[in-house]
């Protein structure tokens, strides 16, 4: 008998137990087995990042200015070909002085003559000189006819932008303990001096696929492989754009290949370079 009452009190206090057992479960626990199954997996993917976070990012990435131009200067393999580069300079300031502006060549062995403030249209929630936004625009709107979906990344820097980005690079390496004049070496090799970049006229932009930066968080010569890359390297000329930098002329541009990067031109000096394989630096040379 208190064999069989004994039994009774144990199965009581067990049944009395459970309500409280199953209050016990951590706030934002998984409630079973399939939502526990669900939280993981859903820790592990990363999800599709919506047009505003990639625009933002991109932006962060602009602004960072993460490599935008990867000077072949400053790599071992690659020196630019001064005497090509000195009759080209001499070629573009002759060009903009009879006026046409849209030929203004600007590198690092070529800074901008003027620093005067560009007149700017907003294309793709970038700003670039106003005379190139129509052209830039209508490229966008025709890639996207076809299925193929542009993101401009970088347009119209200001002096004072690159300025600043550059400054801030060079007290990161002073910071470090390089020197002044080691500095300035090692800050040129992420970010163009102030009137050195392209980006500075407002003639030039960074263009990816929209879904670009789902697969690579910084800029990669891979992007040629996109059929967006495809379309505009073979398209971008009717527009009056080049690719600016292509590769095996980094000799000649002094900048290492840059897939993404385009530059108005004007629409017969554009089909001229790419339909004779050139780069601006030997177009103004001709």
């Known amino acids: 008998m208190n064999m069989l009452m004994r039994s009774v009190c144990f199965l009581l206090s067990v049944c009395l ?11 934002g626990g998984a409630s ?91 294309v793709g929630g970038y700003q670039v000189d106003k005379r190139i936004a129509a052209s830039l625009q ?3 709107n025709d890639a996207g006819a076809v299925g193929l979906k542009l993101q401009i990344i970088s347009g119209y820097r200001p002096v004072s932008t690159q300025e600043r980005l550059y400054n801030n690079k060079v007290q990161e390496y002073l910071n470090s303990g390089y020197n002044k004049e080691q500095a300035a070496i090692e800050a040129a090799k992420w970010v163009a001096a102030p009137g050195t970049s392209e980006h500075n006229t407002g003639l030039a932009v960074d263009i990816v696929s929209a879904n670009y930066f789902q697969y690579y968080s910084d800029l990669q010569d891979e992007f040629e492989t996109f059929d967006e890359a495809k379309w505009m390297k073979a398209n971008c000329a009717q527009y009056g754009f080049i690719l600016r930098y292509p590769k095996g002329k980094e000799s000649i541009t002094g900048i290492h290949y840059e897939p993404w990067h385009f530059r108005y031109v004007g629409v017969e000096a554009a089909k001229a370079i790419t339909s004779g394989g050139l780069t601006l630096e030997e177009y103004l040379q001709k």
């Open 32 to 122: 079973s087995l399939d939502d526990a199954s669900s939280a993981v997996s859903g820790a592990s993917s990363t999800p599709s990042a919506s047009p505003e976070e990639t625009a933002s990012a991109s932006q962060s990435y602009a602004e960072a200015s993460l490599k935008p131009e990867s000077s072949a200067a400053s790599q071992p393999e690659a020196s630019a070909d001064t005497s090509t580069a000195s009759s080209a300079a001499s070629a573009s300031q002759t060009a903009t002085e009879d006026g046409d502006w849209k030929l203004v060549l600007v590198s690092a062995a070529h800074p901008m003559v003027s620093h005067d403030n560009v007149e700017t249209a907003t």
């Open 138 to 140: 209508q490229m966008l």
């Open 17 to 27: 137990s459970l309500p409280l057992l199953a209050g016990c479960q951590p706030r």
